[in-house]
């Protein structure tokens, strides 16, 4: 018998299913059969267009308090993914990620690697955590830092827990306290940054900063401090008072918390 071609590439693209295309047709032959094979139309449209509409109108009638997690992110996911039940990767994603800020919280590239997410989802994610910072960063914004503390800890923990890589981040202030800059000094491993005193308080002193704030994550989660977090902040602070700048604290973010080491009066 005769072996059958393989349908050229174009038709086999045609038959992948994406993000948009996951109700369509498709073409199944009964095993031992040998009729032409027939057109199976799937009625889960009719399910997930009538889920939606509930979901929608939970939310509408009782707010938030009465979604589930994974109710709020299929919500969510509606308008990214107009064709497809979402609640299945919206439990995929909580369960890969742990909670919403850990799936709002994660890198695209990472978001890719759950199935069913494509670039353009994980794109739409991560503008959730890009609108979040933004309105946590206004918290703090031409205020005193020091008495809007819990803002300051809010934003800082919005923007680094959940880099993948250590990241060492500087408030610059004013001599009222008022944020001056904001600045990402470096990116390192994920355990390790190289920080350089002489770099930091140079920058201060080009800001005009008469105080500053270090802050930087720990990608395991626990925002412990090492023995070099603690030997680092000495030498910054050491460095930068016979110049008139202050080091108020070292803030050490991770996913479980964060830490202060003024607090813990290590320097």
């Known amino acids: 018998m005769a072996k059958r071609p393989a349908p050229p590439p174009d038709v086999q693209t045609s038959l992948l299913e994406d993000e948009r295309g996951f109700f369509a047709e498709q073409v199944i032959k009964p095993k031992g059969s040998k009729k032409a094979p027939a057109a199976v139309k799937p009625d889960a449209a009719v399910h997930y267009h009538g889920h939606r509409d509930r979901v929608r109108a939970k939310y509408r009638e009782h707010g938030d308090a009465a979604l589930a997690d994974y109710e709020i992110l299929e919500l969510y996911l509606f308008r990214s993914i107009p064709q497809r039940d979402t609640k299945p990767l ?132 626990d925002p412990t401090p090492s023995r070099a977090d603690i030997d680092m902040t000495k030498t910054i602070a050491d460095t930068a008072k016979p110049l008139g700048i202050t080091v108020h604290d070292h803030i050490i973010i991770g996913k479980d918390g964060h830490v202060s080491l003024k607090g813990l009066r290590l320097f």
């Open 90 to 221: 919206a439990k995929a994603l909580l369960e890969r990620f742990g909670t919403l800020a850990g799936v709002f919280g994660a890198p695209i590239s990472l978001l890719q690697e759950v199935k069913g997410v494509g670039e353009g989802v994980a794109v739409d994610l991560k503008l959730v955590a890009t609108v979040a910072q933004r309105m946590l960063k206004s918290g703090v914004r031409n205020k005193q830092v020091l008495s809007s503390w819990s803002s300051v800890i809010d934003y800082c923990q919005a923007v680094m827990a959940y880099e993948t890589r250590e990241q060492f981040r500087i408030l610059f202030l004013d001599k009222r306290n008022v944020l001056i800059a904001d600045e990402v000094q470096g990116q390192g491993t994920v355990d390790h940054t190289p920080v350089y005193p002489r770099e930091v308080v140079r920058r201060a002193l080009e800001l005009s900063a008469t105080a500053i704030i270090l802050v930087h994550n720990h990608p395991s989660g």
